[in-house]
Structure formats: C-alpha cells, structure tokens
C-alpha cells in the first residue's frame, strides 16, 4: 500500500479541457493557499494511439509535436494554478497510459493529492473510451478529488 502524505504537493492531472479547468478552480477554492502543486499533462506517444488518425507531418515528427503541445498546456494549466494561489510548476511527460502516468507521477512527487476533472462519459463512451478518472482513482490509495461538472464549477470564468 502507498504511503500517503497529506501535505505533499498537489497534483493536477491537465489535458486543457473546461472539466480540467473547472478542477483546478475548486481545488483552489477548497484547498490550502500557497501550496506546492504539480500540473502534469501526459503525452501518448503515435505508436501507441490506438484508433489514431495518420500522424501529422511536422518537422520535428509527430512525437515530438506531441510532446511540444504537452509542455504548452501543462504551462496553461500551471498559470491557472499559480491564480488560483497554487505554488505551481508545469509537468509534460510521456505515458503509454494517462491514468498509469498520473498514478505513477503521484507516487513518484508523493502527492497529497490528485485533482482531476472527469468529462462525465456514461454508457456506451465510457464503455468504449473508458474513464482516466475512474482508472487512476481505482489504482491509487492516495487522496483523489474530482471535479464532476465543469459547468456548475465554472461560475462563468471561462465563458
């Protein structure tokens, strides 16, 4: 079983999307000011995309460009933290499995921590695309806070 640290770093699991924003907000709102927190985005790698379209053509490669995008939103995402009174650092790393990137990054800063935005798929989505909420929740001991509706969490912020 991990060892869970209630006051290490909070990790933000950020994809860019308004569920990932909409998380960061009420951490922000819920959660200690000052803290140290981690905005991790989690890059997957062409080769292992399954039902990914042809890789884009680009000078430095898909991969590469996969990587470059990652480090700009982990940057997006680290500038909402500091606002919202984080201690903020950007994190872009590779992962064949987002969720397995998220546990594993969690365990290796010891993460108090783990906020993440869920996109609320159901049924049939969820079947298919599955849930890197649920799996990084189901495979962590550590403490998980997810943000479940990005329109009632964003009090008009991003509109």
Known sequence: MEARNHD???LFAYDGSDHAKAAIRQAGRQL???RRAIVLTVWVPAAAQSFAPAPVVTPAGPDQASEQDASRLADEGAELARAGGFDAEPSAERG???WRRIVDSAKE?????LVLGTHGRTGLSLLI???V???ATRHTERTVMIVH???SSLDGELR
């Open 8 to 10: 290490g770093p909070v």
């Open 149 to 151: 509706n990005a329109a």
């Open 133 to 135: 909420a649920t799996a």
């Open 32 to 34: 200690r000011s000052g």
């Open 96 to 98: 064949e499995s987002v």
């Open 109 to 113: 800063h010891d993460a108090g921590i």
């Open 129 to 131: 695309m599955g849930s």
